[in-house]
């Protein structure tokens, strides 16, 4: 079983940065594939940003490429969303994510672990 513990969010103004945190509980964290996926109310959950064990693969919806950035240290059980240049449109419960392959994360096809959510307004 896995615990996942996001923190960060807030709200900020248009432009501005924020960086979520995701803490993971288990002794496994590099098996696993990370991801960040972001809800408003009324829609689906999206898929925002997936890392690969090792760190060494990302991908990202293209609305937040260029602006948002994940990253992890295995050796803290961690996975970051570093977002710049934040937009209205951001407004959303961020949630994290654990995956036992990197397309269950990046295609939300068999997400093992969900954190309970973060919650990210940027208003205007």
């Known amino acids: 079983q896995v615990q996942l513990v996001e923190s960060g969010g807030g ?3 248009a432009g501005a ?3 979520l945190s995701c803490v993971a509980s288990g002794r496994t964290f590099s ?7 972001r ?3 009324g829609k689906e959950r999206e898929f925002v940003a ?6 060494r693969v990302t991908d990202y919806v293209d609305s937040v490429k260029g602006r ?3 990253s992890r240290d295995n050796a ?10 934040l937009k209205p449109e951001d407004t959303a419960v961020y949630y994290c994510a654990a ?7 990046r295609y939300n096809s068999g997400v093992a672990y969900w954190g309970k959510g973060t919650r990210v307004t940027v208003s205007s």
């Open 17 to 19: 940065s924020l960086r």
């Open 99 to 105: 995956g036992v392959s990197y397309g269950s994360i």
């Open 31 to 37: 098996n696993y594939a990370m991801g960040w996926f």
């Open 50 to 55: 997936v890392i690969s064990g090792s760190g």
């Open 39 to 41: 809800q408003v109310p």
């Open 11 to 13: 709200l900020v103004q």
């Open 68 to 70: 948002f950035t994940i």
């Open 76 to 85: 803290k059980n961690t996975v970051y969303l570093q977002m710049n240049s």
